[in-house]
Nanobody, 124 residues
C-alpha cells in the first residue's frame, strides 16, 4: 500500500501561482509513475500531468501545458505541481495518484493509489 497526502492548495487570484505537494509513505518502491488529476464541481475527474520514476518523462493535458510543471523528489518521496498563470477554470480539487506499473498512462483507472485531494480556488 502507498499512502498519499496532498498539500498546498488554497485561494489564489487569476494570474497567480500555487505549488502543490504530494507526500508518500508506505511501499514507496511501488511509485513508478505518478500523476496529478483534478475534479471541478459538477465535472468528472480529469488528467492534469504525469511523471515517470526518474522524472525524465512528463506529459501534460493541453489545458495546462506551458503553465504547469510536474516534478518529483524520490529521496523525499514527494511529487510537486507548480501551477503558474492560474485561471478561474483551474478551480478544482487536485488529486495525486500512483501508477505502480509506471507506464506513463493518463487514464484514471490505471492508477492504483490516490490521495484525498486538495482544493485550489482561482478567483477572477
Amino acid at each position: 500500500q502507498v499512502h498519499l497526502v496532498e498539500s498546498g492548495g488554497g485561494l489564489v487570484q487569476a494570474g497567480g501561482s500555487v505549488r502543490l505537494s504530494c507526500g508518500a509513505s508506505g511501499r514507496t518502491s511501488m511509485m513508478y509513475g505518478m500523476g496529478w488529476f483534478r475534479q471541478a464541481p459538477g465535472k468528472e475527474r480529469e488528467f492534469v500531468a504525469i511523471i515517470n520514476w526518474s522524472g525524465a518523462i512528463t506529459n501534460y493535458a493541453d489545458s495546462v501545458k506551458g503553465r504547469f510543471t510536474i516534478s518529483r523528489d524520490n529521496a523525499k518521496n514527494t511529487m510537486y505541481l507548480q501551477m503558474n498563470s492560474l485561471k478561474p477554470e483551474d478551480t478544482a480539487v487536485y488529486y495525486c495518484a500512483v501508477d505502480k506499473y509506471g507506464l506513463e498512462r493518463t487514464t484514471l483507472s490505471d492508477y492504483d493509489y490516490w490521495g484525498q485531494g486538495t482544493q485550489v480556488t482561482v478567483s477572477s
